[in-house]
Structure formats: structure tokens, C-alpha cells
């Protein structure tokens, strides 16, 4: 927005600090964050993946430090996720299980 001149440099440097001040300091904050963020990243990898024909599964690890030594990981960042890529095998997938109708989890008004 600075660039776009949207904003000026007192403005931008407002925000900048803002942000700062909201995230130092407050590690739970940070953590909700990374994991909120990741998430949606993740969510959007794997869209992408299914519309180019991809499978993919998301997991967690319970050993963080394990998997940072094997994946060689900096010690600046947290693995939140990981998923897996691939083709099933078309022969042997399993039928889906039952899936609760849309009207019995969202309930629509009208204003």
C-alpha cells in the first residue's frame, strides 16, 4: 500500500509498529498465528493439489525435535503440518462413510 502510495511512510510505520507490539512478547499469540496460518496455506496446497489431479493427507508430529534433525528444519521454525502427495490407487478405494447432511450443521437465516 506504501508503494501503491495508499498510505504514507507515518502511516506505514504506525502499522509496522502496531504489529510489532501486538506480537512481541506474546508467545501464545505467536504460536496461534503460525498455526492459523499455516493452516489456511495448507487448506490451499491441497485444493490445488486435488485440482491438478493430486491426493494429499495432512499430518502432525508428535516428536517435533525428531522431525526437525531428520528434514534438517532451522531452529527459527516450527513445523506445524505435513502432507503427504500422491495418486491413490483407483481399484482400492474404499467407499466413503456416511456424511452428515448440510442443514443439520448450518443453520441459514434470513435478515
Not at 499455516?38 to 495432512?58: E, L, Q, R
Not at 483407483?90 to 448450518?106: C, I, S
Amino acid at each position: 500500500m506504501k508503494m501503491l502510495k495508499m498510505i504514507d511512510e507515518l502511516e506505514f510505520d504506525s502499522i509496522v509498529s502496531s504489529v510489532h507490539q501486538m506480537h512481541e512478547g506474546n508467545e501464545r499469540f505467536q504460536e496461534d498465528e503460525a498455526i492459523r496460518n499455516a493452516s489456511i496455506t495448507a487448506m490451499t496446497f491441497m485444493y490445488a493439489a486435488k485440482h491438478y489431479g493430486w491426493d494429499t493427507c495432512p499430518m502432525h508430529s508428535h516428536n517435533h525435535e525428531e522431525l526437525k534433525k531428520e528434514f534438517n528444519i532451522p531452529e527459527n521454525l516450527e513445523p506445524i503440518m505435513m502432507i503427504t502427495l500422491g495418486k491413490s490407487v483407483q481399484d482400492r478405494e474404499r467407499p466413503r462413510g456416511y456424511r452428515k447432511p448440510l442443514g443439520e450443521l448450518v443453520k441459514f437465516e434470513k435478515y
